[in-house]
């Protein structure tokens, strides 16, 4: 059986799966249930002076018909005395003394951090985390993000935070700022143990069509809110590469950001994160898609061998380069297996209208056709193909060459002029403009409806 | 023990009858609709006869634009919900749906269809108008889909519309033929007042025309004149004993059954004669009467039989059992019908022939004649210069509808032989644009 455990800067935890600070940790009710549940972690429900929230405070990103795909909230910190909280984290520590409970933080002054910290650490708290994040609300107040995106705030408060704190501090990242790496090395300067990443992304979800207001509505008004859910992923994924490939920021870096299954978290650990912290899914889901996670998780290990999670974190750094690094040589073409495909056409239609019309089609059959000197390997139509492995991308150069775009700048063998002889697609075919019109118009639109109703005279198709 | 107890009161009735496509809710819907892939070129919009643009309706369905998918829906075909729930669906675009080929199931186009056009029809949504008077007159004979959709198309075109029917109410057999689990008379009417309302035609009921010196008033008073007659009454099969009571044609058991529902009686064993659509129908509905024992009878084998696999499939499922290769001798019973003499058959070469000395008596009493329907033709010779092919149907030009006689046009089963709802709605629209063109000259 493969040790799920982790010691995340000294914060020991039985899995890696921590509830990010939000209202799934508002309380030591829900705190305990977690863990009854088998999740190995906690972040509490930011602590620092009590709020007053407005009612009504997420609205959420459907997709056809998938609810939440995306989220956002307009929720504040804490709206609980601090007394309350302290007392519960302290209940929740004695009856799960092994799993981990940290205090999420946001105050202003040096000696408000020193008092929270205190009465936290006191309250037995396993380490904290910074709200450096939140992009709502608090902001406006000059904390959360406005910390977030200051580095050298960021980093005089980390170091008033150091003077005190006697458990690892953990700084949570803002991602509302145009380099992640910034506010990273300003907390490593400040003396943090370890970095967590994305907080949510200011963001406006949706525009009620006839009240006119932003989503979620206050009395017929709405203001920005912080996003998050499975939407924000690639977004998460991205900042948490750039901190772990980062000479400099050398900090364990707890991943946040659309993580709903096993895959999810695995992918923030491949690419560098040692714990991952979740609030959207559980918010959607319930507690138990814990057990998913874990099961997940353990047999992705066992089939891969691997005995603990240091054993893969991080392992997909080494693969992300800088795009000049990536072997120009390597080619790719698709290929329709044409007993899978049931024919819809989408591959037709997107290569035609959205790539670089490599695609034909022929009469007496709905296969498409690949024209595989057009193919430039983009990879589109088997992205939109429905059906599983009924377009695969295979290699189509030898394997034997590589070159990159830095070796090609380097030996001075890159297009310079407007014009240039080596522009990429300089041999590429495309048709000509006017060859577009009109075509497959009886296609794209049903002949014999328009006919009926005679808005045009093209002949309806047998 | 029969599969259902005779229904004795309404809701009884609607039990057995219940609907085989109901409507869907919103959600249901959004599940659906998400579910479509959008095709290129789709193959489900080249196997509705009506061409509607299927992938764009359920498209603004799932972008929450119902009004847009109706519109969409009836741009193609007036008889939006009635063919969502009555067409032959797993034939047509169901049975067209690429998911078909992965062994997913299709899209539930039909009921999707019927979504959304229920919604405007609920909410009386303005969609169509009749177009700008053109001072022309169009007397359309027959309220069925062809002479409804018809009056639409020629409404929309400027023309002044009067429609006569020969029964109480509109619609032809949708109100009349379809089996009552296919689709309710209330949604039925309600789809063709809400028609009647945008495009404002008038029908005459009880209207029929039975007279030379009627058809020639009207040639008189219109311009055109539009044939959407339909067919007759069932086929006589010249059986001896074919006269006795509770031997009757399922056009009229399936009639009255729609207009009276759980006070149609049926008989206790009942045999249903024919291979075609309407004998799965009759069958299965004397099943969901209450009969005992339904026996599907045809002359040739099973594999041959007119009706959809489909239809058998339904008839099978309620308790209908099939009886192949023999054909009708008598009609047997003292006043009342008590069996059926059949003797039995063989195909060769395509041709049936009777097995002799193989005569034996199948007890019942309920005959029902599922046989086909005989043409109008006394009605088509009061129409003069009005040709009919070998089969009786009219002859008319492909295109137009136009028929031998240049003042009169025909669409539907009179046209066709006999055919879907849905192909009647596409060739009255069609033959409206004929008439316009004829008559803009």
């Known amino acids: ?462 | 023990m029969a599969e259902y107890s005779t229904p004795t009161t309404e809701h009884e009735f609607q039990r057995n009858f219940a609907q085989l496509k109901p409507h869907m809710n919103r959600t249901e819907a959004l599940y659906e609709s998400a579910r479509c892939l959008f095709c290129f070129d789709a193959p489900c919009i080249k196997a509705c006869p009506s061409g509607i643009d299927i992938p764009q309706f359920i498209r603004q369905i799932n972008s929450g634009n119902e009004t847009g998918a109706a519109r969409t829906i009836y741009q193609a075909n007036y008889f939006g919900n009635a063919c969502g729930k009555v067409c032959p669906t797993e034939v047509l675009c169901e049975g067209a749906c690429v998911y078909n080929l992965q062994d997913v199931k299709p899209i539930e186009i039909g009921r999707l269809q019927s979504y959304a056009t229920m919604k405007v029809i609920e909410s009386g949504k303005k969609l169509f108008g009749p177009g700008e008077p053109n001072g022309k007159r169009v007397a359309v004979i027959g309220a069925g889909p062809a002479g409804i959709s018809a009056a639409c198309e020629l409404r929309a075109l400027g023309y002044a519309v009067d429609v006569f029917e020969a029964k109480a109410q509109p619609s032809g057999l949708t109100v009349y033929g379809v089996a009552p689990y296919k689709i309710t008379n209330e949604e039925t009417l309600a789809e063709m007042a809400y028609l009647q309302a945008q495009f404002g035609y008038h029908v005459q009921f009880n209207y029929p025309i039975t007279s030379r010196e009627e058809l020639a008033a009207l040639e008189e008073k219109y311009d055109a004149i539009f044939l959407g007659i339909g067919l007759g009454k069932t086929n006589e099969l010249g059986l001896p004993g074919e006269d006795k009571i509770n031997c009757t044609g399922a056009v009229e058991f399936i009639a009255e059954l729609r207009q009276y529902h759980h006070q149609v009686a049926v008989g206790r064993r009942v045999i249903v004669l024919g291979g075609g659509n309407t004998a799965m129908d009759a069958a299965s509905e004397s099943a969901r009467l209450g009969a005992e024992h339904v026996v599907l009878a045809y002359r040739r084998g099973k594999e041959e039989m007119g009706a959809y696999e489909f239809e058998y499939d339904l008839a099978k499922a309620v308790g209908v059992k099939g009886l192949f290769n023999v054909a009708p001798v008598e009609i047997m019973g003292n006043g009342y019908v008590s069996g059926v003499k059949f003797v039995r058959t063989e195909t060769k070469d395509g041709k049936v022939s009777e097995v002799a000395g193989s005569e034996f008596i199948e007890p019942c009493d309920m005959v029902i004649k599922a046989t086909g329907q005989a043409k109008q033709t006394d009605f088509l010779r009061l129409v003069p210069g009005l040709k009919t092919d070998s089969k009786g149907r009219i002859i008319a030009n492909a295109h137009t509808g136009q028929t031998t006689n240049p003042q009169y046009f025909a669409s539907g089963d009179a046209w066709n032989g006999g055919a879907e709802v849905v192909n009647a709605a596409a060739e009255a629209k069609q033959t409206a644009r004929g008439i316009h063109a004829y008559l803009t000259k």
């Open chain 1, 1 to 462: 059986m493969p040790d799920l455990s982790i010691n995340f800067a000294g914060i020991k935890s039985p899995n890696p799966f921590w509830l990010a600070s939000a209202p799934p940790t508002n309380s030591g009710y829900q705190v305990m249930k977690a863990f009854d549940a088998g999740w190995g972690g906690a972040v509490w429900k930011t602590l620092g002076v009590p709020v007053v929230n407005v009612s009504s405070r997420y609205g959420g990103v459907n997709y056809r018909d998938k609810r939440l795909v995306g989220f956002n909230n307009i929720e504040l910190i804490s709206d609980r005395p601090l007394a309350d909280n302290l007392r519960e984290i302290e209940e929740v520590k004695k009856r799960f003394p092994h799993h981990a409970v940290i205090a999420s933080l946001m105050v202003q002054s040096r000696q408000e951090w020193h008092d929270i910290v205190r009465q936290s650490q006191e309250a037995g708290a396993d380490g904290f985390e910074l709200n450096f994040g939140c992009p709502h609300g608090m902001c406006e107040r000059g904390m959360g993000s406005a910390v977030g995106q200051e580095p050298k705030v960021l980093q005089m408060i980390v170091e008033w935070v150091m003077e005190v704190a006697q458990k690892p501090v953990i700084v949570k990242l803002t991602p509302n700022i145009s380099d992640i790496t910034e506010p990273a090395l300003a907390a490593r300067r400040g003396g943090a143990d370890a970095i967590s990443l994305i907080n949510t992304i200011q963001s406006i979800v949706g525009v009620d069509l006839d009240r006119f207001a932003p989503y979620p509505i206050v009395d017929g008004q709405g203001t920005n809110g912080g996003y998050c859910g499975p939407a924000v992923k690639p977004i998460a994924l991205n900042m948490v590469k750039n901190c772990a490939q980062h000479p400099d920021v050398r900090l364990p870096i707890s991943g946040i950001g659309g993580i709903e299954n096993w895959r999810d978290a695995v992918e923030h650990l491949l690419l560098g994160a040692s714990s991952v912290q979740v609030c959207t899914a559980a918010m959607h889901f319930g507690f138990g898609i814990i057990r998913e996670m874990t099961s997940g998780l353990e047999q992705y290990m066992v089939e891969k061998g691997f005995n603990t999670i240091y054993d893969f974190v991080g392992k997909a750094l080494p693969n992300v380069l800088p795009w000049e690094q990536l072997n120009m040589k390597y080619k790719v073409t698709a290929q329709i297996h044409e007993q899978k495909c049931i024919g819809c056409q989408l591959c037709y239609t997107a290569c035609e209208d959205g790539a670089h019309q490599a695609i034909r089609l022929n009469a007496g059959t709905r296969v498409p056709e690949i024209i595989e000197e057009n193919c430039v390997g983009c990879n589109l139509c088997s992205l939109v193909c429905p059906v599983e492995q009924c377009i695969t991308m295979e290699r189509t150069d030898a394997g034997t060459e590589h070159v990159t775009w830095k070796e090609r700048t380097e030996a001075g063998d890159i297009p310079v002029a407007f014009n240039d002889e080596k522009a990429g697609g300089r041999h590429h075919w495309v048709p000509a403009p006017t060859a577009a019109l009109g075509k497959e118009r009886h296609k794209t639109l049903p002949g014999k409806a328009r006919v009926l109703s005679g808005e045009t005279d093209v002949p309806a198709e047998a």
